[in-house]
């Protein structure tokens, strides 16, 4: 099993930008693929981008796609999102998971066994 905390979240005008973190300890971290998910009120958990283990392959939902960035560094068991050109569309609760299959970088959130508590990102307009 693999801890997951997000930070980094908070309140930020459209047009704006946030860097999100997601510490891991536990299970070895360079061996997961690591994703991004995002819950709004009201509505289904969404992918949001995913990263393999050693961080050359990458998946982005096409709602985010030129937008943000996923990358990580396993010196630090970190991954990261970078989010730019933020709209109130992207209000929503934005959770960390890890998926113990290294070279799988899927948009299911089933097959992602563990994941963080999440953190807020509010983009007013």
């Known amino acids: 099993q693999v801890q997951l905390v997000e930070s980094g979240g908070g309140l930020v005008q459209a047009g704006g930008s946030l860097r999100l973190s997601c510490a891991a300890s536990?299970?070895?971290?360079?061996?997961?693929?690591m994703g991004w998910f995002r819950q709004a009120p009201g509505k289904e958990r969404e992918f949001v981008a995913t990263?393999?283990?050693?961080?050359?392959?990458?998946n982005y939902a096409d709602s985010v796609k030129g937008r943000f960035t996923i990358a990580r560094d396993n010196g630090k068991n970190t991954v990261y999102l970078q989010m730019n050109s933020l709209g109130p569309e992207d209000t929503a609760v934005y959770l960390c998971?890890?998926?113990?299959?290294?070279?799988?970088?899927?948009?299911?959130?089933?097959?992602?066994?563990?994941w963080g508590q999440g953190t807020q990102v509010t983009v007013s307009s």
């Open positions: 990263v393999n283990w050693s961080g050359y392959k990458t």
């Open positions: 998971a890890a998926d113990q299959r290294p070279y799988r970088i899927s948009p299911d959130p089933n097959l992602y066994g563990d």
């Open positions: 536990g299970r070895t971290f360079s061996t997961n693929t």
